[in-house]
């Protein structure tokens, strides 16, 4: 979180910023169109490489027993949603 806004700086507006690069020139177009693509692509690749590290490192504690099928998720959210809509009322 500390490195997030000093990383997008230094990635946004590659067509600007580095104009004699060899990979912006190569991505010119797309670059220039997209000045804020390459933060944003490396931010979803750390998200995506977050959720993995937890996926295969972190150990569920929650008892078989317990567990609810992931099935249910849509319906558990519409519910939440439905109540929280009511709230504001």
Known sequence: ???????????????????E???VRKFLPLLTRFPFLPPNLVGAFLCA???????VFVEETLPDEQR????????????????KC????
């Open 21 to 23: 690069s060899p990979i």
């Open 49 to 55: 490489l977050a959720a993995w590290s937890v996926d």
């Open 68 to 83: 609810r099928d992931a099935r249910e998720i849509p319906n558990d959210v519409a519910v939440y949603i439905a109540i």
């Open 1 to 19: 979180f500390l490195l997030s806004p000093a990383l997008g700086g230094w990635l946004a507006e590659p067509a600007r910023q580095y104009p």
């Open 86 to 89: 009511r709230s504001f009322r």
